[in-house]
Structure formats: C-alpha cells, structure tokens
C-alpha cells in the first residue's frame, strides 16, 4: 500500500505530524505542490520528478487513512494494552506510596473511593442550579494517605510531584504501562511515575489529557515539588 514510501521523510517535508487531521494535510500538500510544479516554479526535470514521488507518497499515505483511520507512524489509540505489557499499574513503594500497596484489593479499593468521591461531586455541582460555581467547584480533592499529617491536594489538571492516586484521580484508569511500570499509558498520551511521584507527561492532540501544557513547564508543580533522586528498587 505505502509503494515504498518514506513517510517520515514525507512529514517533514510537508511540515506537518503523523497526528494531523485530513484537512491540515491536504491543506500543506497543496502549499508544497506549489512550489514544485513546473508551470509555476520555472524549474526542470528535476522538480517535476520530485512532484511526482511528492503525489505517490501522499497518495499512500492518505489511502492508509482512509482504511486504518491515522496517518502511518500515528500511535494506536486502543483500551486493550499490548502484548508484553502489564495491564494494571501497581504504585511504586517508596516514600509517598500507598500504604500496602502490594494489596490488590487495597488498591482497587482506594481506586473506588476516589472515583465514588469524583462522582458525588460531580452530582452535587449539577443539583447546584441556582448558584454560579465558583472557579474550583469542578476540583475534588483527594487527601494523600501515604503517611499521616500528607498534604490534601485540589485536583484539576496534573501537577509534578503528584501521588499515584492523585494522577488516577485526575487521568483516570491508564490502559497499561511500559515494563518498568513506571510509564503508564494512555493511548498517544503518557505519564511517568517514578518514587511515588509525577516526573513527567506528554498530552498527545489525538488523545489530550488532563493537563495545562503538552508538556510539563516550571509552574506545573505542587507547592515544594523536588523530584527524588533515589528510591527504593521497583519504585
């Protein structure tokens, strides 16, 4: 189907990411035959054979749309975790982990609860129809019981050195994770865990999460965030 096509080459050329829509990529194939064809470039041979692999490589790659639904080299949106990964996530044991967390059913039941607390926020809000919401209505919060006396966290949008159960809370159940555990997968978009903590994300377009930037800035920390630099092994 893709004629042996070089998509990569292909994208960069356009100026465009696998994960573009139909339309911005027609739209930059178009601005790129501009420039090549020969009647409106003056130029020779050499551009009129370059037009020519420009339309086989976009034919491929929009005939692999039409039949797949993604451009090729678009991550594949599934709820089903791929072969080889894990498809629960177990928090890492270390400082800010929950307490015995190698309970399956503490874990599941902890995860209840938070949903449970989501929810009836959520019905309260919507009962709520002749007062205007103030700016953190929508918020949950959702008390950290790694250890007595952690912090109560107001959960909205993921923040840096947030616990496993405050992603969830926020992102929801992940469809699995890579090997180490520690970067748990949601569709094109990704979180990383490591020593009981969020170090890193990225929000894909296709698939955004819960966030305020596709990747995390310097503001997008819980107060005192300093990321660990040892943990126990697994964490």
Not at 5 to 12: I, M, P, R, S, V
Not at 31 to 44: C, I, M, N, Q, T
Not at 128 to 133: L, M, R
């Amino acid at each position: 189907m893709n004629d042996g096509a070089d998509f990569l080459a292909l994208y960069k050329e356009l100026g465009v990411d696998p994960e573009c829509d139909t339309d911005t990529f027609k739209r930059a194939y178009r601005r790129r035959v501009s420039g090549l064809h020969p009647d409106r470039a003056g130029s020779g041979n050499g551009d009129e054979e370059k037009l020519k692999k420009l339309n086989r490589a976009c034919s491929a790659a929009l005939e692999f749309h039409r039949v797949h639904g993604r451009f090729p080299g678009t991550a594949v949106k599934s709820t089903v975790a791929p072969a080889g990964v894990r498809s629960e996530v177990v928090p890492a044991v270390g400082e800010d982990a929950i307490d015995d967390a190698d309970s399956p059913m503490r874990w599941r039941a902890l995860l209840w609860l938070g949903l449970g607390v989501a929810l009836t926020a959520l019905v309260l809000s919507a009962s709520d129809d002749d007062h205007p919401a103030s700016p953190t209505a929508s918020a949950v919060s959702i008390p950290d019981v790694a250890r007595p006396g952690a912090r109560t966290t107001e959960i909205a949008v993921l923040k840096l050195g947030m616990t496993p159960r405050e992603v969830i809370a926020v992102t929801g159940q992940p469809f699995g994770s890579d090997a180490s555990g520690q970067q748990w997968l949601y569709g094109a978009s990704w979180v990383r865990v490591a020593c009981g903590q969020l170090v890193d994300w990225y929000s894909s377009p296709s698939r955004p999460l819960n966030v305020a930037h596709e990747r995390p800035g310097p503001d997008d920390t819980v107060p005192g965030f300093r990321p660990r630099r040892h943990c126990p092994p697994g964490g």
